[in-house]
């Protein structure tokens, strides 16, 4: 089969599996990137460089559009990634860069970029849906979101899930 026929495709890992699925993906011979982040932790008695992988519950595969599907039966793969109901496509400009930005760099943070401080959101769920909001923090998946109700301002943690942003 030609190269050209080979596409990176994002697949959703068991939790806490990515470097095992890697494992088990380089064992069938399938080509994968399981991006590798240094990070310094720090226990009691001592401090020590680790590798975690850089997107939680991911790992890319290179696959010929023809064999995409057997990646399903590796251990511990749940599913592809979909975009517009077809498994998403990553381009190769975006996994070199990924790399190189990883060797350049040691504790990497991957920061959703829709939701940023000072962005303008809109509540999708629960009693402030529809309200519109500036997001004064992100930490982990909830966001201090600033709402403007009745002539006072109001700060509340919403969930990120429950965030979009507003346009």
Not at 42 to 66: C, H, I, N, T
Not at 140 to 167: H, W, Y
């Amino acid at each position: 089969m030609s190269e050209e026929n080979y596409h990176w495709y994002v697949v959703y890992t068991r939790p806490r599996w990515e470097k095992k699925v890697a494992l088990n993906l380089a064992q069938k011979g399938i080509e994968h990137y399981c991006p590798l982040n240094k990070v310094r932790k720090q226990w009691s008695d001592r401090k020590k460089m680790v590798l975690e992988p850089l997107f939680k519950g991911y790992v890319f595969v290179r696959l010929p559009e023809a064999s995409k599907w057997d990646v399903k039966l590796v251990d511990g793969v749940i599913n592809f990634v979909y975009w517009l109901g077809k498994p998403a496509r990553v381009k190769d400009e975006e996994i070199d860069t990924i790399r190189k930005f990883l060797q350049e760099f040691e504790d990497v943070e991957v920061i959703d970029s829709q939701l940023t401080v000072n962005k303008e959101v809109l509540v999708r769920q629960g009693v402030f849906m529809n309200y519109r909001g500036i997001i004064l923090e992100v930490s982990g998946q909830t966001a201090k979101v600033l709402i403007n109700s009745m002539g006072v301002q109001l700060c509340a943690r919403f969930d990120k899930a429950n965030l979009e942003p507003a346009g």
